[in-house]
């Protein structure tokens, strides 16, 4: 299995700020990685695939890139209702993994 | 816009079978545009994927679960299934559906249900 790590597992910022998460995959996945956004008590909603491909309807300020192993999910000015998990999820190949999870908490 | 509702038992006892339906509209579970698929997420853990169907009949399944688990589809009720035989403790979970639109992807989930395997 290719397995996903996301680093941090958590992050403090406040309203404004720029965030970066990464994600690296054990192995390459050339730009098979999809990103979701997760708050509690929902399901996790698609934001990015293909590494850096913007779902219908997904604000400007998220922004993905990568390709092989290291991907980054930037958002570029953390508005109120950004603060959620966000996961990573590689598609190169089943079964489909997913990172552990970066929670964005308000600072 | 494809929405899907998940619908089962909450609580399951040890060594039985977990059994979970997704109930489709805005699409037909028959085409082969979508891929239907099945993921949990344990309490505190990382989101697990478990099976997938399309096009009526085609699966692939987690191997990690292959050999508890099947996915399947009922054309009459536009709806897809899950069986998950000899539940333990560690199958507490979030059960979530959820489908891709023309490739693999998980563009679209159910709201999910909580399961807890506990006599």
């Known amino acids: 299995d290719i397995q996903m790590t996301q680093s941090p597992s958590s992050l403090s910022a406040s309203v404004g700020d720029r965030v970066t998460i ?4 054990s192995q390459t996945i050339a730009t098979y990685l999809n990103w979701y956004q997760q708050k509690p008590g929902k399901a996790p909603k698609l934001l990015i ?3 850096s491909s913007f779902q219908s309807g ?3 300020r998220f922004s993905g890139r990568g390709s092989g192993t290291d991907f980054t999910l930037t958002i570029s000015s953390l508005q109120p209702e950004d603060f959620a998990t966000y996961s990573c999820q590689q598609s190169y190949s089943t079964p489909w993994t997913f990172g552990q999870g970066t929670k964005v908490e308000n600072k | 816009q494809v929405q899907l509702q998940e619908s089962g038992p ?8 977990l059994s979970l339906n997704c109930s489709v509209s805005g699409g037909s579970v028959s085409s082969d545009t979508y891929y239907w698929s099945w993921i949990r997420q344990p309490p505190g853990k990382r989101l697990e994927w478990m099976a997938y169907i399309y096009d009526s009949r085609r699966t692939n399944y987690n191997p990690s679960l292959m050999s508890r688990l099947t996915i399947s589809i009922d054309t009459s009720k536009n709806q ?4 998950l035989r000899s539940v333990t403790a560690a199958d507490t979970a979030i059960y979530y559906c959820a489908v891709g639109v023309g490739s693999p992807l998980f563009d679209y989930w159910g709201q999910g249900t909580l399961v807890t395997v506990s006599s």
């Open chain 2, 80 to 83: 897809f299934s899950v069986n």
């Open chain 2, 10 to 17: 909450r609580l399951v006892k040890p060594s039985e079978t």
């Open chain 1, 58 to 60: 997904v604000p400007s």
């Open chain 1, 22 to 25: 990464t994600c690296r995959a």
């Open chain 1, 49 to 51: 695939y293909g590494a």
